[in-house]
C-alpha cells in the first residue's frame, strides 16, 4: 500500500511495488501531462516534483517519474503541472514560460516547468550556472534554451508567493496524518526482513534498477524500498572519515564532497542530471557493480571502505576487495551496503585529479573515468592510488602503474613508465561508446595530464577552464 498527498488529498494506492510513479499518473490517474520521452531518464519530459516533511517546512526536489517506483512516495506530496494552475489562472511559472515564447513543439513543456517550479522553491538568486544545472536533465529538441533560460530568469529575480506556500502548513499536517508505510523504517527492520527474503531486489533511488522495467519489460515481483530508512540517508563527519548512508541522495552529498575534494564534486556535477541526483545513491552505484559507474574509480583512489551488515553482524570491507566480477561483488545472501566510509586527507600535499570522458560533456556515461590521488614530497612520489572505471569488467586500480610510481621522482621519464604498466593492469574492450586502443591511450593521456596539472598548475588544461 502506498499513501501520498496529490491535489489536496490523500491518495491510497495498491499497486505493484514495480509500478513507476509515470505509468501511475499516465494510466491510472488520467494525468497525461506528465509525458514520456526516453523512459531512461535522460530527457526530463517526465519531470514531476516531490515535497516531503524537512524539520517543520517542506522541501521541494525534482525526479524523472519514468525511474520512480510508486513506494518512494510514501509518505509525500506528489506535484505534477496539471497541480500548477490555480482558480481558472496559470502558475506565474507557466506565466513565464509562456511571455518569454519558452515553448515551441510544446512535449517537453511540463518537465522544464516542474524544473523551473522546483528552483524557485529553493528560494536562491538567479544565476546562469546554477540554473543550467537545474535545468541539465531536459531537454529541448526545438533548442529553445535561450527563452527558457530568460523564463528561469523572470521567476528567480521576481519570486511570487502562490497556493503551495499558502497551504505548506495544512498539507505538513496532511503528510503527518498519513499512515505508516509497509517498508522497512529502521535499519534493524532492514536487516531482518532482507535476511528473510533475500532474493529480493533493494531499491534506494532506483534510477538504474527502473530501466530492467522501462527499457527491457521486466517484472520485478520482489522490491525493498530504503526510501523510508533515516539512517541510511544520514551523512557524518568525523576527524578520519566522510560516512555516507547508502541510500543519501547524490544531491545532498555534492556540498560535502565539493568542500573535502573539490574534484569528486566537479564530477558529481557531471554526474547526470539534477533529476538523478535527486533519487541515485553511492550505495546502489557501487552495489550494481557497473564498470562505467563513476563512483567506484573515486572512491577506490580516495582509499574508501563499505560498512556491510547481514542480520545483526557488520563487517567493514575495502572497496578495491567489493568488486569481483562484472555486476559481481562479494556481499553475500542477505548482506548489503549500509555505509561508505572515505578516509579524509590530512596532507596538503596529497592531491586528486578527477577526469571523466564522455561523448557529451554532461548528462552521459564515461568511456573512460580516471581517478588519481597523489602525493610528491621533494620531488619523489611518495602516494599514489589510480583507478579506471570503463577499461576492465568492474571498476579497478592500476596496481602497476601505482608501483612504477612510488619511490621514483615525479618527472616525465618516471610517468612514461607508468603509462606503459597500464599495459599490464587493463585490457580493455570495443564498444559503441570507446575502442578498445582509444580507451588505452585516453588512460595514458590522463595520467600525463595529472602530471602537467601538478608541475605546471598555470597551464589551463580543461574544457571547464576560463580565462
Known sequence: MTQFLMNGRIQTENLPDDTTVLQYLRRDAGRCGTKEGCASGDCGACTVVLAEKEGDRLKYTTVNACLTFMPAIHGKQLITVEDLKHRGELHHVQQAMADNHASQCGFCTPGFVMSLFALEKQQQAFSVEHTQHALSGNLCRCTGYRPIMAAAQAVCEAPQADQFDADAQQTLEKLRAISATDQPVSMDELAARYLAEPDARLVAGGTDLALEVTQRYQRLPKLISLSHIPELKMITLTGQAIHIGAAAPLSDCMPVLHDEFPEFGELLERFASQQIRNQGTFGGNIA????????????????????????????????????????KTALQPGEFIEQIRIPRVTSEARQLRVYKVSKRLEDDISAVCAALQIEVRDGVVVHARIAFGGMAEVAKRATHCEAQLLGQPWQTATLERACQALEKDFTPITDFRASREYRMQVAKNLLRRCHIELTSPETLMRVTHYV
Open 288 to 327: 550494481n557493480g557497473s564498470p562505467i559507474g563513476d563512483g567506484g574509480p573515486v572512491l577506490l583512489a580516495l582509499g574508501a571502505s563499505l560498512l556491510l551488515r547481514c542480520g545483526a553482524a557488520q563487517r567493514e570491507l575495502p572497496l578495491d576487495e567489493f568488486f569481483l566480477g562484472y555486476r
